[in-house]
């Protein structure tokens, strides 16, 4: 396991609905990562905060945002859910910095859109 | 615009056979490749490679960073039921932004 848990593990909304996701980074991490995986793809970049700043954006409209807490803990927020919004949502968190470290991942959150 | 592109998307082969997957990538400054092994839910990572670490192995897995040609090999030898998953490269730009391939979806059958 890598120290990373997410919350909650399932989730069922309705079109039009809004969704926060919860992520707890590794300890000492103070970087995290959020990636929509749809069903046969590879992760695709939402957003990366550091030190609760956002660091990055992939290409996701302005009604995915995102927190970073002091405690480097992290919420995903989706408003106005579509259907094309159902995937596995992953956290990833990491090390910070001009070095390369590598990402530690949380189990995801099945988010299904109806 | 920075892409990741791994092939074969899908690979069956029997236990103790030795295969090969391949990532290869367009980015603009590249940092590290790093290669996960995905069989549930969340990513595990295998491997980083770096321009100062161009290879890298552990028991039966093994990866090679070919710069030049903007590409990684990743082999799997005498391969196992437990290897069944979905392997997915990713590679690094800076900023600690990551950008992932499609994956190859190996099955090892008895």
């Known amino acids: 396991e890598t120290g990373v848990t997410q919350s909650p593990t399932h989730l069922i909304k309705t079109r039009g609905q809004q969704v926060t996701l919860r992520c707890s980074s590794q300890?000492?991490?103070?970087?995290v990562s959020w990636y929509q995986q749809a069903l046969g793809q590879g992760p695709q970049f939402i957003f990366q905060?550091?030190?609760?700043?956002?660091?990055g954006r992939g290409n996701f409209p302005p009604r995915f945002s995102g927190l970073q807490f002091p405690n480097y803990s992290s919420e995903l927020n989706v408003n106005a859910l579509e259907l094309d919004d159902s995937a596995l949502y992953l956290c990833?968190?990491?090390?910070?910095?001009?070095?390369?470290?590598?990402?530690?991942f949380g189990p995801g959150t099945r988010l299904t859109v109806t | 615009e920075d892409k990741v592109v791994q092939s074969p998307l899908s690979l069956v082969v029997h236990e103790g056979d030795t295969v090969t997957l391949n990532c290869s990538y367009e980015?603009?400054?590249?940092?590290?490749l790093l290669w996960y092994k995905q069989e549930k839910k969340a990513p595990t990572f295998l491997f980083m490679l770096?321009?100062?670490?161009i290879e890298k192995k552990s028991g039966r897995l093994s990866s090679i960073l070919d710069k030049k040609e903007l590409s990684s090999i990743l082999n799997i030898t005498a391969t196992q039921t437990g290897d069944s998953a979905i392997y997915l490269c990713?590679?690094?730009?800076?900023?600690?932004?990551?950008?992932f391939g499609t994956g190859t979806s190996l099955t090892v059958i008895p």
């Open positions: 990833a968190s990491s090390l910070g910095g001009v070095s390369s470290y590598e990402q530690y």
């Open positions: 300890s000492g991490h103070n970087t």
């Open positions: 905060y550091y030190r609760e700043e956002e660091n």
């Open positions: 980015v603009t400054n590249f940092r590290s």
């Open positions: 770096t321009s100062s670490g």
């Open positions: 990713a590679v690094e730009v800076p900023g600690n932004q990551f950008y």
